[in-house]
C-alpha cells in the first residue's frame, strides 16, 4: 500500500514524496537504486519527522504497528497531518489511543478506508439515505478474496496480524456502519481453513438501530475470487438494492418487482472515472486527493480517526461474540 | 491502422463489468476452448495476441500449438509481470518477502550467478541489470512455446510498472528495459499505460524517442480509464504523428455496444491497432467483423 499512495501522491499537483521510512534494509537498497535521488530514506520514523519539513506522513505498515507510530509521530510534529491504511488500529482500546494522541494535533488524520470514494458505494448511500429502499428489513453481506489458499509466512498470518476480521472485513464494516450507523452484533463464528494462527473466515449477524438485521460473512480463501469483491443486498418494503465494487442496483417491489422500469443499474462507468492520475481503482485516487486538499485547507475529513475507530470497536465485539 | 489484436482478460477471469460475471465466464473457458475462440478470431482477422504472463495464458499458448489457422505474421504482445501474482506474494509474505521471492526465482532460473554466489543479503542491487534478467526469466517459458508461424511483436510492460516509473521519473530502467527488449528479442519494446497524456509528456522530458516503441492505452467513447481526462488524452494522440498506439479498453470494459465502440474510433487519428477482449466464438466473429471495417476504411 506504500507504494501504490506513494507512486498515487508523487503525480498530484503540488505534492512530493520527500522521505521514506523503511526498517529492511534490502527494501531500502532496491528502493534507493530506483527512486529519485530528491527522497530520502530514513529506518527511524522519529527522526525522519524531525529532519525533514513534512506537511503529511502515510503510514501502511502492518496493522499492530500503526497506533504506536501515530503516537510517535504526533508527539514529535503536532502539525504534521496523518494518513492510516485500514484499519486504524489492531483494538478499540489502540484506535482510540490514536485518537487521544491526535486530539491536540494541528494536523489532520485520516483512514484508509477508500471504498467510500467509490462512486458506486456513493449512490447506493444516496439510494438509502433517501428513502427510497421503504422500511429496511434485512442484508446479506460479503467480503470475499483469494488472498489465502496456503498458510502464509508474512505478518498477517500471526496471532497479532488479527486475520481475516482485521485484515479483509474492515472495508465492508465501514462501509455498513457508513450506510447503517453503529451496529449490535448478535452472533457471530469464525474458523481457520489455512493459517495456524488466525482465522480464515469471519460470519458475524448484525442490527442496527433502525431496525434492520441481517449477516455478513468475510473469507479470504475463496479460489474464484481472483480480486477482492463486496458485495450488500439490502431489502427494503419498497425495493432492493445491491451494490458490489462494480455496480449498484435497485429494484422496486412493485407489482412482484416484475414491472418493466421497476430497477436501476448504475455500473462504475455510468460515473465521472477520470482522475489526474490511476494506480490501481479511481478511489485510492480521489481518497489521497481528499486527504491533500484537507491538508492545505486544514480542515477535518472523513474517515478520519474519531469515525474510524468505529470500525475497530465493531470488529471487537465481533471477535468477543465469536470467541464466546 | 494495422492491426487487430486479441486480448486475454476473458480468458484469465478479468471483467471491468461485473466480478461475478467474469467468474461464471472463466468457469465455462478451459484452454483447449480458449483456442477455438483464438482461431475464429484469427479467420475473421484478428492478427496477433496481447496477454499477461499468467499461467492460463502458457497453457493456452502450448494449446495454439496444434492450432491450423494460425496464419504467417501473427504477432504475440506479450505484457509483462502478471501483476495480480506479485500481490498475492506480497500479501503472503510480505515486502520483503516479495523481493526476496523474485531474487530466488532469478536465481534458480540460473540467470543471476551472482546471486547464487554472494548470497541475496549481501548482494549489491542493481536494479537495472535484475529487470533485465527479470524480463528473461519471465517470458523464457512464453516464448519457448511460442507455436510455429507466430512472431514476438512487442514486449509491453504492465500498466503498474509503467505508471510507476513515470510517476518517480524512473527514467534509467525504462531505458534499460528498451535497449534490452530491442538488443536480445529484436522487437519493440512496449508500455500499457491508464496515464497516457503523463507517460508521453515523461517519455518526452526524459528525451526518449516515442517512435520507438508500442503504447497501449484505453481509448473509448466514455473516457473510461483515459486520464487525465477524455479530450487531453484525444488531444495528446493527434498530436503523435508516429502511429505507434495500440487502443485498449474500446469496450469500456464491456460497458459499451461494439457499433458504439467502432463509430468513436471511426474518429480517432493516429492509431496503430486495437487490443480487444473476446470470450465466445460468436462475440470473437462479430467484435472482429465489425473491427475489421476500420482496418479497411
Known sequence: MGILHSGIVNSLPDARIRAICEKETLLIRAARALLPKTINFYKDHVRMVQKEELDAVFITTPIITHVPLVVDLARADRDVSLFVEKPLAGSYEQAQMACDAVRSSRGVHMVGFQKRFSHVFQKAKQFIESGSLGNLMFFRAYSFSSDVLREGASWRFRRAGGGVLLDLAPHLLDILVWFFGDPVVLAATKRRLYSREVDDYVHAILSFE???????????????????????????????????????????????????????????????TCVPFLLADPEFTREDETFLSAVHKRTMTDPNFFNAAKVNDVIDRIENSASS | MRSLLIGDNAFIGVSHLSQSTAREKVEKLDAGAIVEVIEKAISFGASGFTF???????????????????KAGFGLYPVLPYAEGYVRITNEK???????????????????????????????????????????????????????????????????????GASFRTGRLFESFMQHVHDSYGVRPGFVTRNFVRFVKFFQDEGFSLKDVAIMTPFNRIGFQMNPSRESCEACLQHLSDGN?????????????????????????????????????????????????????
Open chain 2, 245 to 297: 498506439v495500440l487502443a485498449m479498453s474500446i469496450l469500456a470494459g464491456g460497458y459499451l455496444p461494439l457499433n458504439e465502440a467502432v463509430e468513436y474510433l471511426r474518429g480517432i487519428p493516429n492509431l496503430e491497432g486495437i487490443a480487444v477482449g473476446v470470450s465466445s466464438k460468436r462475440h470473437a466473429e462479430q467484435t472482429f467483423t465489425s473491427l475489421r471495417t476500420l482496418l479497411e476504411s
Open chain 2, 94 to 164: 510480505g515486502g520483503i518477502g516479495l523481493v526476496r521471492e523474485v531474487l530466488s526465482r532469478l536465481t534458480l532460473s540460473g540467470k543471476v550467478k551472482a546471486v547464487a554466489k554472494a548470497g541475496i543479503s549481501a548482494m549489491k542491487l542493481d536494479p537495472v541489470s535484475l529487470l533485465r534478467t527479470y524480463v528473461d526469466m519471465e517470458l523464457e517459458s512464453y516464448l519457448s512455446a511460442k507455436p510455429e508461424n507466430t512472431h514476438l511483436g512487442a514486449v509491453l510492460l504492465h500498466e503498474v510498472v509503467t505508471d510507476l
Open chain 1, 210 to 272: 433502525t431496525g434492520l438485521k441481517g449477516h455478513m460473512d468475510a473469507c479470504w480463501s475463496i479460489p474464484s475470487f481472483r480480486l477482492p469483491e463486496i458485495s450488500i443486498e439490502v431489502h427494503g418494503k419498497n425495493a432492493m438494492l445491491v451494490v458490489t465494487d462494480d455496480f449498484v442496483k435497485i429494484k422496486s417491489n412493485k407489482d412482484g418487482g416484475t414491472r418493466s422500469g421497476g430497477s436501476q443499474m448504475y455500473l462504475k462507468q455510468s460515473f465521472d
Open chain 2, 52 to 70: 499477461s504472463t499468467h499461467p492460463m495464458n502458457l497453457q493456452i499458448l502450448k494449446a495454439l500449438q496444434d492450432a491450423r489457422t494460425i
